[in-house]
Each structure stands twice: as C-alpha cells, then as structure tokens.
C-alpha cells in the first residue's frame, strides 16, 4: 500500500549510514512501489554538492549496497527524480532558508538525523527558528541515544524543547526486523504459547547477538562505548522486552510501549558474578581488539554475556542470558525459549534428556523453529529424538516471503506512516541506561578488565561457565 505523499530530509546525507542503508532502502521501496511518484528526498549534508552531484552519488550507492534488487529499466533514473541535495551547515545559517523553499505544505515532513548526536540540539533547534517544523512533522534520530543515563536524559531534554514525543522517533533497527514482529504474531496471534510463555513453563531464555567483524575502522570510537553500551543497552534490551513483555491490549504504539517500559523497570540490578566480559585476542594474520582501537591498554569489551531477572509475577525465577560480541565464530542473532523438562517421563532414563526449544533467528535465514520430541522411527524400540519444526518464511511461504523489507526500509515507511510502535519511547531508553548505569560503573569501580578470546570462538571460557554453572549450555553459534 502507498504511503502518503511526503518530504524526507536526510540530515547526514552523504554519510556513511545514508549510503549504505537508508537510501539503498528508500529505493526498494520505491521499486515495491510503495513510495508515490509525488515523493521528495532531500539530502542535506556539510559538502558542497548540487542536486545532480547528489544523484550521482545516490546512484552509486544504491549500485553498491542495493542488494542487487532487479528494477525494470528507467527506474533508478525515476528515483533519482525525486531526489535533491542542500549544503547545510548544522551550526550556522548556511543553507536553511533554501532547504525551507523545496519543503511543500501538502506533504507528510520527515527530518532524518543522520548525523553524530553532538549535532541533534543544532538541527532541531534550527528547524523550529527556520521554520521548517510544523506541528505534524517527524524527526528520526539515530543511536547511540546517550552514552549514560544523564546524556540520554538531556538528549530527550534538548528534544522536547523543540518536538513533542509524538513526532520523535528513535530508531533502534532490531524493531526493524520481520522476525521480530513475528515474535509478537506468534506470541499473541497464537492460543499455543503465550500459556505456557512464563516461569512455570520456560527453563530459562537466551539472547545472542554474534559477530564475526572487529571494530574495524570505527576501532576509536567503538572503544568510548563497548559492547554493553552499543549493543545490550539498547538492542539485546529491546529484544528481552518484546519476549518478556505482558499483552498489550492493543498493538498500538503506547501499548506496546508501555509495556516494554515495565520490563525494563523490573530488571533486578545484574550480581557482578553473572557478567563476563572479553576483549578478542589477534588472530592470524589480524589484530586484537586493542590493536583495532589503537588503545594498548583498553579495558573496553568487544563481548559481553550476563544473567539477568525480570522480578514479577510472569518471570520470577527464570534467568535470561544474553551475549553480545565481536569476532565470534559466525554471524548470527538468536533468541532462544527453552522450555522446561516434562514433569515425568513414562519412557525411563534412558531415553535421554529432551526439552521443546523455540528458536528465533533474525540474522541468517530470518525464521523460527520449534524443537519437537518425537519417536525415531523404525523398529529399534521407543528412542526418542528433537526434530525442528522449521518455520523458516521461506520455506513455509515460498521464496517471495525471504524478500522481506530490510529494517531501515520498514522503519522509515512507519515514520512516514506516523506508527511509532516500533520505536523507542524517551522513558524506556532511559529506563535502560538506569539499569545499564551501575553495571559499568561497578567495572570501573573495582578496575575489572575483560577476559582475551580468541577470535572465531564463541567467547571467553567463562562466558560458557556462566551457563554451565547453572547446569544449563547456550547454544551453539553456528
Ligand atoms: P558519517 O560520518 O559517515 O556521516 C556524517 C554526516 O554528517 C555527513 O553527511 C556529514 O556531511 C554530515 N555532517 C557532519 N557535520 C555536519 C554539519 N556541521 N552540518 C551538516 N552536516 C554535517 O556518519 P554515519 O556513519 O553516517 O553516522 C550517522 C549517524 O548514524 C551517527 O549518529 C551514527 O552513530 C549513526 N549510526 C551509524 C551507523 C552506520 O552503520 N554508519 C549505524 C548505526 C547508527
């Protein structure tokens, strides 16, 4: 369905995160036709560019991070029609007043901020003394949201000055994911699991987020973050909301919302024995973690992987583990439910240990499946084996469902749409950082460094030792 004609202005425009996600994405949507032929994307950067300059480089990007999408021929030079540039300079007067002249009045306006934060204050403060603001329009603002509580808290601070919560949309691409959603069709659409989707059923639940990529180039910046600031506090938090929240009563944006928030808030404080951190080690022929950051001495994490609670009536007692790094054995995101052991089994000892598993995996091979137990066939007695259910989208809904919209795609359609559920109210980010807060500090505090990995692992020993103290195993990363 077509969204509604609009204005999209990319702050950062010729970024690194503009090129490669949003207006590579823009385009497919474009190509899906969801976009109107009346649309307009603005890009909006320091360089000195024209609107054809911009194309150019649009055109190149969309070449390079497209994905390769089959457009019908004409296409690309029909997107790039509607796209133009303006040089704005964030901290001064230069370029606002033209940038308000290509703004139309019949159209939805959305004001991406692709730039460093530092600069978020600067633009939306610009937009209202410039006049580019009206009530009804967006702003998308991207992460990191803060780097602790009192930076995230004067972020939502200098925002509400100039946007009302309504128009601020937070981007976490994670919410961005199918699979994602279709943890919340398959939790709520279905009679099947949401009554057995609590303590009295679930064993524990495991959140992992592995990477195969070093810091890389961003070795500098990545080192003022590390893993809990970058990917827990905001991602693998946003995930363990969606699995362990209660039933909205609607799927609306301050539904849902609200109780994502009180998961959040009912996250004990993590014991500083049920945390590892770890720092990957050279490999052959790369650097280490510190070689990367150019930090010899960095005591930053590139892994990290916890125990914690949510302390209500659903969850009390069951541990949820998370783990997070770089430079592991393969590039996978899962959440896993594990369900509990029958209470009794009729078959004897010997037929083993076997537990229902739910799977779901956002990166690779976007999909679920449900580890079912069931008997060996064949003559060979009652032998009881784990076979998958796969509910893998492509397999069950032919090859046109693997094609899904990429999360910048989906996210920056919602925006235009005005659906903010699947972003990040200012409370719940905070939430977060208060939770994540005393759990740096607690590091800093007793000077703790992180355990050495190896590189293609699946982190440091200690990190399986935290599961196998507990008599449970995370699953493999493969
Ligand atoms: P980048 O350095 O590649 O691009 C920065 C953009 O900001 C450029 O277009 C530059 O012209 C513009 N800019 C800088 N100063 C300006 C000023 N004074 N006035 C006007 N424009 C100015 O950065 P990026 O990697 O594209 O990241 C942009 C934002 O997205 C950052 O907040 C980053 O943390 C976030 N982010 C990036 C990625 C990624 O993969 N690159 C992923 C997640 C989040």
């Known amino acids: 369905i077509p969204v509604d004609p609009f204005d999209l202005v990319i702050f950062g425009g010729t970024g690194d ?28 950067a320091r360089s000195d ?29 029909a997107f790039l029609a509607r796209v133009g540039y303006v040089a704005v300079d964030a901290k001064g007067e230069g370029g606002w007043a033209d940038l308000k002249g290509r703004l139309r009045d019949d159209a939805v306006r959305a004001f991406y901020f692709s730039v460093a934060p530092s600069l978020f204050g600067d633009i939306a403060e610009r937009l209202q003394s410039f006049g580019l603001a009206t009530p009804a329009s967006r702003i998308v603002v991207e992460k990191p949201f803060g780097n602790d509580l009192a930076t995230a808290q004067a972020l939502n601070a200098t925002l ?40 009295q ?9 592995a990477e195969t990529v070093g810091v890389g180039g961003r070795g500098s910046y990545y080192d003022k973050s590390g893993a809990m600031r970058d990917m827990v506090q905001n991602h693998l938090m946003q995930l363990l909301c969606l699995i362990a929240m209660e039933p909205p009563a609607r799927f609306e944006p301050d539904a849902v919302r ?54 209500n009536w659903r969850w009390a007692g069951t541990p949820f583990y998370l783990r997070t790094g770089k430079r592991l ?37 976007e999909g679920m ?35 899904v919209p990429d999360a910048y795609e989906r996210l920056i359609m919602d925006v235009i749409r005005g659906n903010q559920t699947l972003f990040m109210r200012g409370d719940e980010v905070e939430a977060a950082w208060a939770w994540t807060d005393p759990i740096i500090a607690g590091w800093q505090k007793r000077g703790e460094v992180p355990k050495p990995y190896e590189s293609g692992s699946s982190g440091p020993e200690d990190a399986l030792m935290l599961m196998h103290r507990d008599g449970r195993k995370w699953r493999d990363i493969r």
């Open 49 to 77: 560019m024209d609107d054809a300059g911009y194309r150019e480089m649009v055109a190149e990007a969309i070449r390079e991070f497209g994905g390769g999408r089959a457009c019908e021929d004409g296409t690309l030079d």
């Open 160 to 199: 509400a000055r100039h946007f009302d919560e309504h128009q601020i949309y937070r981007i976490d691409h994670y919410l961005g994911k199918e699979t994602v959603q279709n943890l919340m069709a398959v939790r709520f659409g279905n009679m099947l699991f949401e009554p057995l989707w609590n303590a």
């Open 369 to 403: 499946t449900l580890d079912v137990t069931i008997k060996e066939p064949g003559p060979g007695g009652m032998r009881l084996v784990d076979v998958p259910l796969d509910m893998t989208f492509a397999k069950a809904l032919g090859p046109e469902a693997a094609d």
């Open 17 to 44: 995160l503009a090129r490669r996600k949003i207006l590579p994405g823009l385009f497919r949507r474009y190509c899906s036709g969801q976009m109107p032929e009346t649309a307009q994307i603005v890009g909006a």
């Open 329 to 365: 054995r393969a590039r996978t995101s899962e959440i896993v439910v594990v369900f509990k052991d029958a209470p009794h089994s009729i078959f004897g000892a010997e037929s083993g240990r076997h537990r229902n598993v739910l799977a779901i995996r956002l990166q690779p091979n």
């Open 201 to 209: 059923y679930v064993d524990h639940i495991q959140i992992t987020v």
């Open 258 to 311: 609200d109780e994502k928030l009180k998961v959040i808030r009912a996250l004990d404080p993590v014991d500083p024995h049920h945390i590892v951190r770890g720092q990957y080690e050279a490999s052959a022929g790369d650097g280490g973690y510190r070689e990367h950051a150019e930090n010899p001495r960095s005591t930053t994490e590139s892994f990290v992987a916890l125990k914690c609670h949510v302390s």
